[in-house]
């Protein structure tokens, strides 16, 4: 039988699910954020009456909030005082997920910890998101940056002595993905046991996952990674080369049946006969002798005509784009992923954000909300947990509730 949402529409898979997030910056809103985005109902917990510092970063993190908090509702509670505490136990005790981000303790110091709801809520899953697992540095702060440091990752990206973190958030969003993937795999076990329970994803051990083919690499090959920026190859040809009229693009060979097509093709007869260049470690050891060569005959063609002629032999190329350059992306465009999401309290405008990178079927998940504004859903939410008109007045008087008093604003579906 097809589960259908109102309107004849199939519902997403986590529908029905109720999700409260006391998180801020990227890794806990990135698991709130792969949950809503697969139906659940996600409130985001926000300090009244300034909300989520996030909304104010400036620099590399101006585009933070509006990228990870899609298809949330807004509820800005403050909780220093016993009725905005109170409030929130009350949202615990009827949810499925909470996923927290604070400093280690942070919860259990307000009365929300996991052993206090999860006695108010047994099978409630409690979602932290921390630096690290718990072990020797459990209590020292953490940040991608930091991680990407002591994990090796900076090393990998650098120059030799010069460590450079990623040039994304790339812990902070791979932590949240396996944050929401602990959180699917509770709540698959919570139907056969009735019980929830305690998933913890942490920064530093996601590094470690991330770096460890580099690991790996140094018991099988008895040498310690080089730097992407200085490393050994495993393909002869698989660099960025320099076009005419100052462009640039990447160049796979990455097998010897490729090497021939791509000899053949760039008129490069007498490499490709050559016996010393016939399988792919030799080619890697005889770089010097044909890569000068190659990027002499790159340097004097275009862009776009090496792109037609590499696409022609089927082989891997990437012309070196900025992440601005993705607004326009034809395929990106064509394939439903980019989302045209509102910046809150910007009127008038919005963002080309991109979606979750998954097919569920033949379906792209999609908007549903815009990111809200602070407190947008407080009173709805205040209502449906019982509170009457006159009761939130009050709390909003005291100050317990930042209450925005516009109408939700939903994104067409």
Same mark, same amino acid.
């Given at each position: 039988?097809?589960?259908?949402?109102?309107?004849?529409?199939?519902?997403?898979?986590? @529908?029905?699910?109720?999700?409260?997030?006391?998180?801020?910056?990227?890794?806990?809103?990135?698991?709130?954020?792969?949950?809503?985005?697969?139906?659940?109902?996600?409130?985001?917990?926000?300090?009244?009456?300034?909300?989520?510092?996030?909304?104010? %970063?400036?620099?590399?993190? @101006?585009?933070?909030?509006?990228?990870?908090?899609?298809?949330?509702?807004?509820?800005?509670?403050?909780?220093?005082?016993? !009725?905005?505490?109170?409030?929130?136990?009350?949202?615990?005790?009827?949810?499925?997920?909470?996923?927290?981000?604070?400093?280690?303790?942070?919860?259990?110091?307000?009365?929300?910890?996991?052993?206090?709801?999860?006695?108010?809520?047994?099978?409630?899953?409690?979602?932290?998101?921390?630096?690290?697992?718990?072990?020797?540095?459990?209590?020292?702060?953490?940040?991608?940056?930091?991680?990407?440091?002591?994990?090796? %990752? /900076? &090393?990998?990206?650098?120059?030799?002595?010069?460590?450079?973190?990623?040039?994304?958030?790339?812990?902070?969003?791979?932590?949240?993905?396996? =944050?929401?993937?602990?959180?699917?795999?509770?709540?698959?076990?919570?139907?056969?046991?009735?019980?929830?329970? !305690?998933?913890?994803?942490?920064?530093?051990?996601?590094?470690?996952?991330?770096?460890?083919? &580099?690991?790996?690499?140094?018991?099988?090959?008895?040498?310690?990674?080089?730097?992407?920026?200085?490393?050994?190859? =495993?393909?002869?040809?698989?660099?960025?080369?320099?076009?005419?009229?100052?462009?640039?693009?990447?160049?796979?060979?990455?097998?010897?049946?490729?090497?021939?097509?791509?000899?053949?093709?760039?008129?490069?007869?007498?490499? /490709?006969?050559?016996? @010393?260049?016939?399988?792919?470690?030799?080619?890697? =050891?005889?770089?010097?002798?044909?890569?000068?060569?190659?990027?002499?005959?790159?340097?004097?063609?275009?862009?776009?005509?090496?792109?037609?002629?590499?696409?022609?032999?089927?082989?891997?190329?990437?012309?070196?784009?900025?992440?601005?350059?993705?607004?326009?992306?034809? &395929?990106?465009?064509?394939?439903?992923?980019? %989302?045209?999401?509102?910046?809150?309290?910007?009127?008038?405008?919005?963002? /080309?954000?991109?979606?979750?990178?998954?097919?569920?079927?033949?379906?792209?998940?999609?908007?549903?909300?815009?990111?809200?504004?602070?407190?947008?859903?407080?009173? !709805?939410?205040?209502?449906?947990?019982? %509170?009457?008109?006159?009761?939130?007045?009050?709390?909003? /008087?005291?100050?317990?509730?930042?209450?925005?008093?516009?109408?939700?604003?939903?994104?067409?579906?």
């Amino acid at each position: 039988m097809t589960n259908e949402a109102e309107g004849g529409q199939p519902s997403l898979p986590l @529908a029905g699910v109720r999700v409260i997030e006391f998180a801020h910056m990227v890794m806990g809103p990135t698991c709130g954020l792969i949950l809503a985005d697969l139906g659940a109902e996600v409130i985001k917990i926000e300090p009244a009456p300034k909300g989520d510092n996030t909304r104010r %970063l400036t620099g590399s993190g @101006a585009g933070f909030f509006v990228t990870y908090n899609r298809n949330k509702r807004s509820l800005a509670l403050d909780l220093k005082q016993p !009725q905005g505490l109170e409030i929130a136990r009350a949202l615990a005790a009827e949810a499925d997920v909470l996923v927290e981000n604070f400093r280690p303790g942070g919860m259990d110091k307000l009365g929300l910890g996991y052993p206090a709801l999860s006695a108010l809520n047994p099978g409630l899953i409690y979602c932290s998101a921390k630096g690290f697992l718990p072990g020797p540095y459990e209590s020292r702060t953490a940040l991608d940056e930091v991680v990407q440091m002591m994990g090796g %990752l /900076a &090393h990998m990206t650098g120059l030799p002595g010069r460590p450079l973190r990623a040039g994304a958030s790339v812990n902070d969003v791979m932590g949240g993905m396996f =944050a929401a993937l602990g959180v699917l795999a509770a709540l698959l076990e919570r139907r056969s046991s009735g019980q929830g329970q !305690q998933v913890t994803s942490a920064l530093f051990e996601n590094c470690a996952f991330l770096v460890g083919q &580099h690991m790996t690499q140094r018991v099988v090959s008895g040498r310690s990674a080089e730097p992407m920026t200085n490393r050994q190859a =495993a393909w002869a040809v698989y660099d960025v080369f320099d076009c005419a009229e100052g462009e640039q693009l990447f160049i796979g060979v990455v097998s010897d049946r490729q090497w021939q097509a791509f000899c053949k093709n760039f008129g490069l007869d007498d490499l /490709a006969r050559d016996p @010393a260049l016939e399988s792919n470690p030799q080619r890697c =050891a005889a770089r010097d002798r044909f890569m000068p060569r190659l990027r002499s005959l790159f340097a004097q063609r275009s862009r776009e005509e090496l792109i037609n002629q590499i696409a022609a032999i089927g082989l891997p190329y990437a012309p070196i784009n900025r992440p601005d350059d993705l607004f326009d992306d034809p &395929h990106l465009l064509a394939t439903g992923g980019l %989302l045209p999401t509102a910046v809150p309290d910007q009127p008038g405008v919005s963002a /080309a954000v991109p979606g979750l990178p998954l097919l569920l079927g033949e379906r792209r998940l999609g908007l549903r909300r815009h990111p809200p504004r602070i407190g947008q859903d407080s009173r !709805q939410v205040l209502e449906e947990l019982g %509170l009457s008109a006159e009761r939130i007045d009050q709390l909003t /008087a005291a100050g317990v509730v930042f209450a925005e008093a516009e109408a939700l604003e939903t994104a067409e579906t």
